[in-house]
């Protein structure tokens, strides 16, 4: 979880978001409006209750294992993809340096997870 909140710092210091409606072409959202409001509310909201819902419930194991899989796999998009998209692969993109760290604490809880048998049965971190 720090290593998460690290990486939304870096994302919001960097300008991440910017660069990527750089990308897109569509432009950011008011970080202060509601939908917006409500989405982090319920995505932070939800990995928040992990330690609490894991091991007691599958819903907590699920939670568990998107938090795990959205660190260790989706995050790689800072390394791999949005360089290749920018046509600038060798320079830094905003968030970056976080992931070299953010990723291999997600693929430990996802080898974790998966070492426990099915990851949808009671799963308690070591």
Do not use: C
Request: glycine share 8%; no cysteine.
């Amino acid at each position: 979880m720090v290593l998460s909140a690290l990486h939304r710092a870096e994302e919001y210091f960097k300008d991440f978001f910017d660069a990527l409606a750089g990308i897109t072409g569509v432009p950011n959202a008011d970080v202060a409006s509601p939908p917006v409001i409500l989405l982090v509310v319920l995505s932070v909201g939800a990995w928040l209750l992990i330690p609490f819902l894991t091991g007691r419930t599958r819903f907590g194991t699920y939670l568990a294992w998107t938090f795990f899989a959205a660190m260790g796999i989706t995050e790689l998009a800072h390394i791999v993809v949005f360089p290749l998209v920018t046509g600038r692969p060798f320079e830094y993109f905003p968030a970056m340096a976080s992931v070299f760290l953010l990723a291999p604490a997600g693929w430990w809880g996802l080898v974790t997870m998966w070492r426990q048998g099915d990851t949808m049965k009671r799963w308690r971190p070591v």
